[in-house]
């Protein structure tokens, strides 16, 4: 039996029981090391995932394969991959909180007009998302950083744009900021792991 488990923003503390009761009966653990680095008291064969990982022969393995996915697995997560190798019905999902509604609950600000956009190793339109959407969060990457957002929308005719960034969200080094687009343009942070807000207008 395959098992996703949602992993929350990172933090043990977000994680669901039933995630956990599904953990720590593993035979085989999967995930990125951050996560995996969690579970070291947890006796059972562990592989760390990057991006040349071959998954059929993993999932090809006896027991219960338990694989760790950031935030929520159907969110531009880890499921959608899986998917392709395993049945259906020979997987079962646990939900997580995502990075993206952890940093909104921070912000107390409301999902309901929010679009979320992955920059993470892709190229989406941000400009033209904020244009109609007013309210977009962004999952990032190395290439596609707080500062590149701000760049990309330097020359654009918005009004009142905020830029949220949540860096290490949940961990002990969680950091939250508020800038001007101008602000993040000319900042030299190199911001770690982080999920980005930008909101529009009045919202
Ligand atoms: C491939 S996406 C997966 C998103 C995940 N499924 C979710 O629901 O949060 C990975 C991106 O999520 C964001 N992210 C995940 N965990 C985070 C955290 N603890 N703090 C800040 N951003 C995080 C980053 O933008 C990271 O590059």
Do not use: W
């Not at 990172?10 to 593993?26: D, H, M, P, Q, V």
């Not at 998917?83 to 409301?110: F, H, N, R, W």
């Not at 330097?154 to 002990?172: A, H, M, P, R, T």
Request: charged share 30%; aromatic share 8%; net charge negative.
């Amino acid at each position: 039996m395959v098992t996703i488990v949602g992993m929350g923003p990172g933090s043990k503390r977000f994680i669901t029981n039933y995630a956990l009761e599904k953990i720590r009966k593993a035979n085989v653990l999967v995930g990125g090391k951050r996560h995996i680095e969690e579970f070291e008291d947890i006796e059972c064969e562990k592989i760390i995932i990057n991006a040349s990982t071959d998954y059929s022969s993993i999932l090809k393995k006896e027991g219960n394969i338990v694989i760790l996915a950031s935030g929520d697995p159907l969110l531009y997560g880890i499921a959608e991959v899986i998917l392709k190798y395993v049945d259906k019905d020979k997987v079962e999902i646990i939900p997580g909180i995502s990075s993206v509604q952890y940093m909104c609950a921070k912000l107390k600000i409301t999902m309901n007009d929010l679009t979320i956009v992955s920059l993470h190793g892709r190229d989406d339109d941000l400009v033209k998302e904020l244009k109609s959407k007013k309210k977009v969060a962004v999952f990032t990457d190395d290439k596609h950083t707080p500062q590149f957002i701000a760049s990309s929308l330097k020359e654009q005719d918005f009004k009142d744009i905020k830029i949220y960034v949540g860096e290490n969200l949940s961990y002990d080094m969680e950091k939250i900021y508020s800038f001007t687009v101008e602000e993040l343009s000319n900042c030299n942070i190199k911001f770690d792991l982080n999920v980005v807000v930008i909101t529009c207008g009045n919202t």
